[in-house]
């Protein structure tokens, strides 16, 4: 791209981009735009980065194992699988940061006979597009991973070419990236309105932020704040809500890895995952907690649930015995962004403003839809 027309006449400068969040999806918005020359990028957070959202999230990329098979949720699915195989080893040699990728992918364990028909259309849609998925016999998934307690599995689909990423690694290296690249970051920043300049006829335009450290000008703004991104824009027709949906989640740890050191899968049962980290380390998640009972705004009036966590060793337990030799390392919890009345996640202009963007809402997966929306973003500003 060439040089932009800055809006006093004449003047030829860099478009200003500036990116409200650094999220996993703030991050990977900023490392995609700092490849665009032209533009002028500033991240602004008021926290550092990776503490929102992100920070609670296991990393689980769930997308060929996904039921989504047509649309925009495929699409964008499906672009981020793309781009994470190519992104992983990029960002680790431009960084030398190592960021824990697991490639082994993922084994849904079934417990109804009744699921088998929906997973055996699936495995034929997905062959259709292009994306290996593969449906296990119980004693195949035993073979595979003798840790698992088969007796009440009916079968288990495997999915290699899913992925697990560790979003905390993953957006510091995404943000040393972009840093590398030139663009500035602000943490410690509360962005806290919009100024506009509006000439009546057309859409006002955001001319400034107001932040907790100043006024920032700007071309374009990208709102990727997760949850703070609805007080923020909170001023809009039709008023855009995300609200919170409590996830908890815990760290094990074991003597040794289960089942065979050359095959460690991310497993799910029942909703629950089981990820491994190495050297006998496992994160088991995350419970899905729903307003009103979670009627939280933030993580600070949070208290950890241990009848939830409970529940969720249990859950874990039930497919995976040698869990309950394990020694628990941390408990956490975060909210995850979730848009309502409308599909996650919201990638789209506020229509309320000629130069805002919405990037946010990603709920459930925003690890694995960073990346498909940071290319969305690139291309809805050049
Ligand atoms: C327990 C749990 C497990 C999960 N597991 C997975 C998983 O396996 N796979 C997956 O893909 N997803 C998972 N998720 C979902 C995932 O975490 C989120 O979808 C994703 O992190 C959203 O990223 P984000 O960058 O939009 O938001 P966040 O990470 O919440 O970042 C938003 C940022 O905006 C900043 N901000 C907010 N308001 C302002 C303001 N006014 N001014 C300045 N800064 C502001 C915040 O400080 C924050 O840093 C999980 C979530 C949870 C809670």
Known sequence: MGEWVGREAGVSREMRVAVIGCGV???????????????????????????GATRAALGVLMGVISHKVKGRNWRLRQASMQRYETLIPELEERTARVIPFNRQGILSLCFTLDE????????????????LLEI???????????HLNIEQVTAAIYSPQDRQVDPTALTLALVSAAQQNGVAFQFDSQVIGFESKSDQSVLPLCRNLQTSKG????DWVVVSAGLGS?????????????????????QLKLDAPLGSLDFQPVVNGADIHLVPLGRGGYWIGATVEFPPETMVKSLADLKPDDERLADLLKGAIAYCPALAKATLVKKWSGLRPR?????????????SYRNV??????????????????????QAIT
């Not at 909170?234 to 815990?250: K, M, R």
């Not at 925003?366 to 940071?374: D, Q, R, Y």
């Open 25 to 51: 999806v703030g991050a990977a918005i900023a490392y995609e735009l700092s490849q665009v020359s032209g533009l002028d990028v500033i991240v602004l957070d008021q926290r550092p980065p990776a503490q």
């Open 136 to 146: 296990w016999t119980p004693q195949q998934a035993e073979a595979h991973c003798p």
């Open 215 to 218: 006024p920032v000008s700007v």
């Open 230 to 250: 609805t007080e923020l824009i909170a001023a809009v027709e039709p008023p855009v809500e995300i609200g919170p949906v409590l996830g908890q989640a815990l």
């Open 357 to 378: 963007i919405l990037a946010t809402g990603h709920y459930r997966n925003g690890v694995l839809l960073a990346p498909a929306t940071a290319q969305a973003v690139r």
């Open 116 to 131: 088998l028909p929906k997973w055996e259309k699936l495995v034929g849609i997905r062959r259709t597009q292009g994306w």
């Open 339 to 351: 848009p309502q009345r409308q599909p996650a996640p919201i990638i789209s202009p506020l229509a």
